[in-house]
């Protein structure tokens, strides 16, 4: 290993500044940059600031946020195609519970519960990848945040929310059909 001293190839002087000192600190460092180096301009940037503004990607975050939305579309409309399709061939079903006094909240809850158990099964079977995923990717960084038990639960909830309701649209919908119109035919 050889380590050789070039101050031509110095461009870059780190200072660590003490707490309350960060407003006068700029002014004495120019004017003393300015007596020794009076043709040369005064650059200086603070580092967490640049730090901050490397590693902040707004095209790549706005990509990514376009992604997951697309990604949550697809799979709400997946989901409520599949409600649309349980609720229609379960309408005399529905009906019939209607006339024998079933209220509105009782059919909701008999056709959203096998549905809203289908999402708590891909919660407790997706979690755990996504968890060891997760942790994966944030290894690379130097800088990382710990993935911890609120991010995942956050999105569990947000997940069973959006589920919900979707879900609950549809079956809301279907409860407060006439059932005479359903039982017409039979």
Known sequence: MLLANQPAEFNVLNLKVEK???????PSLERTWKSLYPNQ???????????????LHKDDLMFIGLL???????????????V???????AK?????????????QVIVTISGEFIALLVISVCIGLPPGFFVGR???????????????ILAGSATALLFLGGLTIGWQTYRTALKNPAKSLRTE
Not at 68 to 79: D, E, K, Q, V, Y
Not at 84 to 90: A, D, F, K, V
């Open 93 to 105: 079903e529905v009906s019939i519970r209607r006339v024998m006094g079933a209220g509105i909240r």
């Open 41 to 55: 301009p005064f650059e200086a940037d603070w580092f967490d600031k640049q730090l901050y503004d490397q590693h």
């Open 136 to 150: 994966q990717f944030l290894q690379q960084y130097a800088y990382r945040i710990p993935l911890s038990f609120g």
């Open 84 to 90: 649309i399709y349980t609720t229609i061939n379960r």
């Open 20 to 26: 309350g000192a960060e407003k006068t600190i700029i």
């Open 68 to 82: 997951t939305i697309m990604a949550l579309s697809i799979a709400c409309l997946g989901l409520f195609g599949m």
